[in-house]
């Protein structure tokens, strides 16, 4: 039998993978956005926003990966992913996903009613219009598809919360768009670099002339390339994720994927 040639653990920048159709659509892109915001979505800002959630996902899926090999194991389950969020501190991202899922319930903490009631994790995000968590479903195809192209199988469970993290940090990803854009610009800033002691601390993340710029250029109706991307530094400051997702976003938005 021929023995099967190993898949890459990650494409670089300027890599094939560059050039692949991400697994989530610019389609799904822009309904994301459009729950948060009636702003237009520029052909352009929705192939960036697309790249930087793939990204993300992928950092996430390759440190379970690494959690499942650990013990021998092919396919992920719940563990891998808080394995891998608990020694990556960059890939605790769409949080609000964390109260929803059994998964993490239980490293949240309690929320506690007026009368000192628990509120069950069910409950706590009342009936908030657009719900990250209700849309999750629509990002399960795309998971599954980025699970096949590193290689990985999981159970349901957590190709479940890869779906809500996701949809959490697409929706996020497109309310701080939107505040740039009405904004006129990134007017927070600061930024968390995460440094291993004894190594270097990395550039800062806002040495990018665009993210250094407190003002933005264009109308206040439509989003950006460029707002994706000051979305982007916002959502992830400071560590090598986040020049990972701005270097891949970039360059999907240059030369988007013919299919």
Do not use: C
Not at 41 to 46: D, F, L, N, W, Y
Not at 149 to 156: D, K, L, S
Not at 202 to 225: E, Y
């Amino acid at each position: 039998m021929t023995a099967q040639p190993a898949r890459p653990e990650r494409g670089g920048p300027g890599t094939a993978s560059l050039t692949d159709v991400p697994p989530f659509r610019p389609s799904l892109v822009t309904a994301v956005f459009r729950d948060v915001t009636p702003m237009h979505v520029s052909r352009s800002a929705a192939w960036a926003a697309a790249s930087v959630t793939r990204t993300v996902l992928t950092e996430i899926i390759d440190g379970a990966r690494r959690a499942a090999a650990e013990q021998a194991r092919t396919k992920l389950i719940p563990g891998d992913l808080l394995s891998a969020i608990d020694r990556n501190v960059e890939l605790e991202v769409g949080t609000e996903w964390y109260a929803h899922s059994p998964t993490f319930r239980g490293l949240t903490g309690v929320v506690y009613d007026a009368e000192g009631v628990v509120v069950p994790s069910r409950k706590r995000r009342g009936s908030r219009r657009p719900s990250a968590v209700a849309g999750a479903h629509r990002f399960e195809a795309g998971v599954r598809k980025l699970l096949r192209n590193r290689g990985a199988t999981a159970v349901p469970a957590l190709v479940r919360d890869l779906d809500g993290i996701a949809s959490v940090f697409l929706t996020d990803l497109a309310r701080d768009a939107a505040m740039v854009v009405r904004e006129g610009g990134v007017r927070r800033f600061g930024t968390v670099a995460l440094v291993t002691p004894g190594e270097p601390a990395p550039p800062p993340l806002l040495k990018d002339p665009l993210l250094a710029l407190s003002t933005r250029k264009g109308d206040r109706r439509t989003i950006g390339r460029d707002d994706v991307l000051a979305a982007t530094a916002l959502q992830l400051s400071g560590g090598g994720l986040g020049r990972r997702a701005l270097t891949e976003a970039r360059a999907a938005a240059r030369n988007p994927p013919a299919g």
